[in-house]
């Protein structure tokens, strides 16, 4: 079982669910469904999309591959396509986006059936350097298009390199453009001469930090909110948090997917993290139980407003 940083277990998966196991799951390459084969139903789990501002249709469930590298990121890319996930999310500082595209390879998957997300990291802000970063990362990934590319902070000359990404929408090399950890002032002044509209903001936000001031702020946008590191990399005891374990044991569900069925009922995209197999196949069974208003509000009240994740700030 992976751990957090206090050294407590991630979950305990089996022992709250027993409909999809590591050994009854099939999966139809050519669509993001999941099917359960020993399900009393024979149940089939579509992932929801999105519409973006643009018209393009984003999952709203994805894998997040950060800090997930070599052999592990190629095992863990091809066995998360292999239970369901479409939506594979990248970035050049993770170092893993040559990896990343073996693991795409490995699966077996249509390019085409994959929404695809890297990032530009800041050493590389301003519109040649952003060019030259687009194309390494598409190489490294073997890919010729990427579904999302997105600004990774709201550093250097943010003006040149939206600029560059807006061209490589029009030359068909993108087909949505984001960024990610800004703040609504620092989105005001892109889109002060923006001529696509961001598409994505990618945030940290989780039960712990759910951005009551940029939520809604996205929400009455046009800019879809999506968050990294949804279950907060297990930090806080949020996967022994006796609050969350209540609510799970109502649903008969795990505390990881209380927290990303929080998110799906908050209109948020998420792209949760796991090397185990098992915990990819949990993270997908979601869309059989609904929290209630009172629920949610109880996940509300247990905001503290506090980044997790202090050595990104």
């Given amino acids: 079982m992976e751990k957090n940083n206090n050294g407590v277990n991630r979950r305990e998966f089996l022992k709250v669910t027993t409909k999809f196991t590591a050994a009854t799951i099939f999966i ?19 992932i929801p999309n999105v519409t973006l501002n643009n018209g393009v249709k984003m999952p709203r469930l994805g894998f997040g591959t950060n800090t997930l590298a070599d052999a592990v990121a190629i095992r ?26 073996e693991g795409i390879r490995q699966s077996g998957i249509d390019r085409k059936e ?23 990362s598409i190489k490294k990934l073997g890919v010729d298009y990427l579904d999302l590319y997105l600004i990774h902070r709201p550093r250097g000359d943010v003006k040149g390199s939206w600029q560059a990404m807006e061209e490589l929408v029009a030359a068909g090399k993108i087909r949505s453009i984001g960024v990610s950890n800004f703040e609504p002032e620092q989105l005001k002044e892109l889109l002060s001469y923006a001529k696509i509209v961001p598409a994505i903001n990618q945030i ?15 929400k009455g946008s ?29 649903y008969q569900k795990s505390i990881a997917q209380v927290c990303l069925r929080w998110h799906f009922q908050r209109g948020v995209v998420a792209i949760p993290r796991s090397s185990q197999k098992a915990h990819m196949i949990e993270n997908l069974n979601i869309f059989d139980f609904e929290l ?22």
């Fill in 292 to 313: 209630t208003a009172s629920d949610m509000q109880t996940i509300a009240s247990m905001d503290i407003n506090t980044t997790q994740f202090p050595e990104w700030k």
């Fill in 222 to 250: 046009a800019t879809q909110m999506e968050a990294w590191s949804p279950l907060a990399a297990g930090r806080s005891g949020i996967f022994s948090n006796p609050t969350l374990a209540a609510i799970g044991k109502k």
């Fill in 114 to 136: 994959l929404f695809l997300t890297s990032k530009l990291w800041v050493d590389f802000a301003g519109y040649e350097n952003t060019k030259k970063a687009f194309e390494t």
């Fill in 204 to 218: 940290e936000t989780n039960v712990f930090l759910q951005e009551k001031d940029l939520y809604p702020f996205l």
């Fill in 28 to 46: 139809g390459l050519g669509s993001s469904e999941l099917f359960g084969a020993n399900t009393a139903n024979q149940k089939k789990i579509s």
């Fill in 76 to 101: 863990s890319v091809s066995e998360a396509i292999s239970v369901g996930y479409r939506l594979i999310d990248t970035a050049h500082i993770y170092g893993n986006e040559a990896a990343v595209g």
